[in-house]
């Protein structure tokens, strides 16, 4: 009987303190006491530190998933689903931002011709409007006044899709209208004397054969018809004001010409370009060619 409670001194001395706390002197409950306290902190550290196998698992799996730079920097841009974007320099604000999707209805010889919808006004103006198809053209003139002129388009749930004008001078111009997953349902017009907006289906877009020229005067949408397409001479912006010239096609939207200065130079085009927008305030002029 002796031994056990011996053992359960050593083993724990915090319950055998207070059993024997009446039959202890004075310097044994010291002892005890500094004992006890020796035990406890023994214990509590012990609990406390992690166990040398956990550590080993935690390195691993961190090394398992934090990425490494060589994975980031072997990227390509064929790995980046999403659109190049414009330079820094110069930002577009009335260039659609979103790629086609493989859903866009292209023109062709069986179209069934739809009604356009016209929207006509003066002044500040909300205008919602339904369509039976999706992606599609605005054809918008305005502001003969020469004041401030805006049309801005959002979907049903009162999201922006796309600042499609926004200019202080005369307006005539051809906007392409969701050339991706949008589904514009309202316009707003800020304008301070009459304007005009008119929605036809992609099936109205103007069309070239490449190789050859297609030219024109401010805003407009164009569709590639014929070869296919390598090379694109490009001229425009003599007045210094913004020039933009974007592609849309299978593989996505790309920035051929963002500038403010008058620009003439040749750009490469993906194999696979159907639709080329263009952002202008005066003349341009746009040669593709194949191999």
Known sequence: MRILKVIAWIIVPYIMIFVDWKVLTRTHRIIGIIYTIMVLLSAVSNTSRPRASDAVTNENTSAQTQPTSATADNATDKDIATPVAAPATVVPSTATSIP???????????????????LTGKGDSIEDFTRSYGAGLYIIEGNACDRFFAVTSFDSAGNQIDLLVNETKPYSGIRPMDFGDTTTTRLEIKASCAWKITINPLSTIRTFTVPGDVFGTGDDVVLLQGGTPDLADITGNASSRYFGVFSYGKNGYDVLVNTTEPYQGSVMLDSETLILEIKSNDVWNISVKTR
Do not use: G, N, S
């Open 100 to 118: 086609p999707t493989e859903t866009m209805a292209l023109p062709t010889e069986t179209a069934i011709p739809i009604e356009p919808i016209v």
